[in-house]
């Protein structure tokens, strides 16, 4: 009997932690340290054979002897530890179907309609959109023009094919959580990355690449045990108005993640549904209510400089933090030269296209006008800062850098 119960608590044990430390919605209850967590991921295998090894050894001592445990309670211990596996291990990647290398654009006409149909779903803030006109979404300008990635259809997937840049190649990831887009080149020291949704941390999406095993926290972009500092590149995003897209690059395409119809596939559109609409919409609903408790209770809000829940735009050059609100910006008459990790930088807000950039000032003087694409009223054109960062939650951006500096003039 001692057998039964010790393989089975061995089975048990081993699935538990890989639900606790790898199926995000635990955090909820119990937090593990980063350490702890990783050791866990990087050691997943292991505890996955070896649980399921003293699994069968239980299994195979109550065949023989089923007086040792009722048949409905080892029932509920199988599908138990089926559970804890399933939501740790594979949960994560059927949620998060990895959109890297294949992903529907289409023109900005075509994509109104998608957007209309997605409008009671598309905003994560306090108010309703009024209209398609309105949906924020993330630019990504490349070699072969802009493309526009909303939130909602970004919620799913979290890692989506983008273009090139320089010829080079780049993906969007997105964390609802933080309510961040962040492009990339999927490659760290010539070794090409093949991006999946691992977990969260701290309220901030961990990438794996497939290739190798390796967790990568968005924010940081690199891989945990590299401690060299070696990171994804990262590439200039915009945030604006699906309506100043429209009017910026007529000729742009927008990213499309409908869900399965039931009659193409009526298993994953239930599913599908079932994610989106019901687990991310209301798990990433938590952090746009209006008080300071962060969807997942794994961060300490302690640097009130700022609102809890501001939505802010970080900058982040040679490891110096600047973050900016919206409102400072435009008090400063919405635009700021400023010194940020030894270069100089301008920061424009337009408010016709509720949009603000960031550019590298290499001009020697002040720039006092400046458009949202970087050129200057002298006919100078800027280079856009590739590590801003827009209207990502405070708390979270400085919980991941606090020696963050705010509002800097």
């Known amino acids: 009997m001692w057998v039964f119960w010790a393989a089975m608590t061995i089975a048990q044990i081993g699935a538990f932690v890989i639900f606790k ?125 802009a493309y526009a990635y909303s939130d909602y259809y970004l919620l799913q997937p979290h890692v989506v094919k983008g273009d090139t840049i320089d010829n080079e190649e780049v993906v969007m990831t997105y964390c609802g959580l933080t309510n961040l887009g962040i492009a990339y080149s999927p490659l760290i020291q010539d070794q090409k990355l093949d991006l ?37 590149k990262e590439w200039p995003t915009i945030r604006m108005p699906f309506s100043s897209f429209a009017q910026l690059y007529p000729d742009g395409k927008v990213f499309i993640n409908e869900i399965a119809r039931f009659d193409e596939n009526p298993l994953l559109a239930l599913w599908d549904r079932l994610v989106r609409h019901v687990m991310m919409l209301w798990g990433v609903g938590l952090n746009w209510i209006d008080n300071e408790k962060p969807a997942f209770p794994t961060v300490k809000y302690s640097d009130r400089r700022l609102p809890m829940k501001e939505l802010v735009y970080a900058i982040s050059i040679n490891d110096d933090h600047v973050a900016y609100s919206k409102d400072f910006v435009i008090a400063q008459g919405n635009r700021i030269n400023v010194v940020i990790g030894g270069e100089d930088i301008v920061i424009n807000y337009d408010a016709k296209l509720d949009t603000l950039t960031a550019f590298f000032n290499r001009t020697g003087a002040a720039v006092t006008d400046i458009d949202v694409f970087g050129k200057t009223d002298d006919g100078l054109q800027l280079d856009r800062v590739n590590t801003l960062k827009s209207r990502l939650f405070w708390f979270i951006f400085v919980e991941f850098y606090p020696d963050t500096d705010v509002n800097r003039v």
Not at 73 to 95: D, T
Not at 96 to 113: C, H, L, P, T
Not at 199 to 227: F, H, P, T, Y
Request: charge should be neutral; charged fraction near 20%.
């Open 21 to 145: 430390d790898l199926a995000d919605i635990s955090q909820w209850l119990m937090q593990s340290r980063r350490q702890f967590t990783m050791a866990v991921w990087y050691n997943r295998k292991v505890i996955s054979i070896v649980s399921l090894v003293a699994l069968l050894i239980s299994l195979s001592v109550w065949w023989q002897y089923p007086e040792v445990c009722p048949s409905a309670f080892l029932a509920f211990l199988v599908l138990l530890f089926i559970f804890n596996c399933y939501s740790g291990l594979l949960n994560p990647k059927w949620m998060f179907r990895s959109q890297q290398n294949a992903a529907k654009f289409v023109s900005v006409n075509e994509a109104r309609d998608y957007m209309q149909r997605s409008l009671r779903y598309a905003h994560f803030g306090p108010d309703s959109y009024a209209s398609v006109d309105d949906i924020n979404v993330l630019v990504l300008e490349t070699d072969n023009g």
């Open 196 to 232: 999946t949704v691992m977990s969260q941390l701290k309220n901030n999406l961990v990438l794996c690449d497939k290739n190798s095993g390796e967790a990568i926290q968005q924010l940081w972009g690199s891989m945990e045990r590299d401690e060299s500092g070696r990171s994804m």
